[in-house]
């Protein structure tokens, strides 16, 4: 077994694929699988060879358009308990100078406080522990009233 490593409730990640770095990430272990800001997320056909692919625009602070071909799709409940189309992919992650492999979906978090979220199955998978008073002053979901 991996020794453990302990995450605070908010770290910093990077998604070399994609770009993004240096991305406050909320580290949540009530929801179960991680999910990516992203907009205009859908499948295409591509012109170039006809080969179905999914393109989308990771985050708001990226205006390039990304494309994946290795991808696949799932039925989960979200948040609001409804049920909704996700895309998954396998990358690579970074987290306090470590490199992790994840699936992630992405989905639109533009509701949402944090772009980026890491569920418990990674967490699992990777022996990580998480100890809300590390990074607690990012948390900025303590600000809402109860």
């Known amino acids: 077994m991996k020794q453990e490593e302990i995450f605070g409730i908010i770290e910093k ?3 070399p ?3 993004i770095n240096n ?3 909320k580290i949540d272990t009530g929801a179960y ?3 990516l ?3 205009k997320i859908r499948e295409v056909i591509r012109k170039s060879d006809g080969k179905k692919i999914l ?3 990771p985050s708001e602070n990226h205006s390039n358009a990304m494309e994946l071909t290795d991808y696949h799709s799932v ?3 979200s948040s609001t308990g409804h049920r909704v189309k996700r895309y998954l992919f396998d990358t690579d992650i970074v987290i ?3 490199v992790y492999k994840i699936r992630i979906g992405l989905t639109d978090r533009s509701d949402m406080s944090f772009e980026i979220l890491i569920g418990r199955r990674f967490l699992r998978e990777n022996n990580i522990l998480v100890d809300v008073r590390i990074n607690q002053e990012l948390d900025t979901d303590g600000e809402r009233k109860i």
């Open 17 to 19: 694929e994609l770009g």
């Open 13 to 15: 990640i990077s998604i």
């Open 37 to 39: 800001h992203c907009s």
């Open 75 to 77: 039925f989960v409940r």
């Open 96 to 98: 306090k100078g470590n």
């Open 33 to 35: 699988s991680g999910a």
């Open 23 to 25: 991305v406050l990430a």
């Open 55 to 57: 393109r989308f625009t």
